[in-house]
């Protein structure tokens, strides 16, 4: 990588000035620019991002840059589930895993996984590795589980823990044997360390699957739920050398350098259908902006809107800037309220949001600026209980024999029409979720009188969870193992739809929500140039790479989005 990029750019060669063992090593000398850019083989840990914080007096940039391998021992590997193999379960998803890993979750037994006869009493024994070292941070591998699998939960104390033995047996290898050994058992471990006696699960997002049983074909397509990934990390305010090399990185030779790696790592690639015709990023010269009132006043370019697109705003600004030297960002990002007040403003250069205006706040739009706002989609919303933003889920309590229903017939429920016996409850009618399915289902119209309104979701689904007759809606990524989420039809004459990452990419799910950009008429150059990245193959992928789980979209919808870029404001 090194040699590739410093033939391609004998002006700025890039020089290997710190060689070390592990990720830790690199944190203080990037923190205090002895380094400009440094390999991680994982997600920095939280404690490494406060001191990196303190010494550089800002955050640092990952970036993502390659996919993990399958089965490389001693690397960044896919994660998998073993349970012994008289154990006749075949598959579980991670909303399950979550409640059997963490401390508060609900299933401790076997028969909660579905199994039956002498299994069904049975609990379940936990292996995995110590989740504290020494020095107080987590192994990688754990640190990775902590968010991607708990979603910030804490461990259940009965897990069974396994240490390296220095000279001696993995802790990874001791999970498996353990599993092994045991017919009650299940651990996580990595393909490369299976041994006879032990079977990998299947995985999946959530209950309604798709499933994967963790090919190389799958992760390398970042299809298998605990695929890993590798970075570069800079720091706060990367210079254009930097940048312009982590755009190599990114760009054919530095993926094809990646792809033939010993270790087996896989290059960066899109997972939605289609994702093969989305078109990369080619640039087109665009002037700085001069005057704005979203410039700071050292000139960089404010961005205020949506916390929860913080991840993926920082790749696109890092991209951008890496294609348009010049260019820096300044991101304020406090929440989706926050973005119309200051796109009408003009305080921002665009506004990032998790939602749609509100008619409030649409109203106060276009009394302000005299437009509409142009309101792009730029990625689908995320079934990860760690993201802030997920599709609608209608939800009923897990013994109700109901499976699926038509947008007719929750309309006709939640309207208060014919309930049909259900006790309906869902977010309040002002909340983002409850606009967005009085718009989307009840076509404006206000819920019925029997209708209870929660202001988190988390509290609609503890609340059909212990009411048998309910029935709600919510953020689909809240929901757990007391209740059910049911499959939905847009019309009935077309079959119901299960809410799966596949459906969500395939624009099928009928109450998907989407991630959007929104900016000022007329559309400044440099803003649609800006858009035009975030569109692109280069863009979409940094949408699939997050860790928030946010999806990214199909060819057709991002073509769609691309087209409108190109109408008169």
Known sequence: MERGFSAAHPDTPARVTLRAR??????????RGEVTVAAFARELF?????????????????????TGSRATRGGTHAIVIFVNEKNPISRISLTQLREVFARDGSITTWGQLGLGGQWAARRIVLHGMRVRRETGNPPGI?????????????????????????????????????????????????FAYAVPGAKPLALAETDAGPFFS??????????YPLTRTLYLVTGPAPDAATLAFLRYVLGPAGQRAIDSDARRFFPLVHTAPGDQALP????????????????TRDGTIAIIGYNDMAEMIEAFDTLFAAAHPGFRFAPTLLGTRSAPPALARGESAFAPMGAEFSPKELADYRAATGHEPLVFRV?????????????LAIIVHRDNPVVSLTLADVAEIFSGRATRGLHPYGLGPE???????????????????????FAQSADVVKQVAQDPEAIGFAAAMRADAGVKILALAPTAAEPPVALTVESLRAGRYPLDRFLLICARQPLEPWVREYLRLVLSREGQQAIANGSLGYVPLNATEAAAARQRLEWPS
């Open 22 to 31: 592990f990720s830790a090593d690199f944190v203080d000398a990037l923190a």
């Open 431 to 453: 909340t983002a979720l409850g606009l967005f399915l009085r718009s989307r289902v009840l076509q404006g119209r206000m819920f019925g009188k029997g209708f209870r309104g």
């Open 379 to 391: 990625a689908h919303a995320s079934l990860n209980p760690l993201a802030l933003s997920g599709p």
């Open 280 to 295: 990369p990023y080619e640039p087109q010269p665009v002037q700085l902006p001069r005057g704005a009132h979203y410039l």
């Open 46 to 66: 939280p404690a490494e991002r406060a001191r990196f914080r303190n010494l550089a007096g800002g955050e640092p940039h990952l970036v993502p840059v390659a």
């Open 214 to 223: 963790g090919t190389v074909q799958e992760i390398a397509r970042r299809e």
């Open 142 to 190: 754990v640190n990775y589980l902590e968010s991607r699998l708990l979603a910030g939960r804490a461990w259940r104390d009965s897990v069974v823990e396994h240490t390296d033995v220095p000279g001696g047996a993995q802790a990874l290898e001791q999970i498996v044997r353990a599993v092994a050994a045991d017919e009650a058992a299940l651990g996580y471990s990595g």
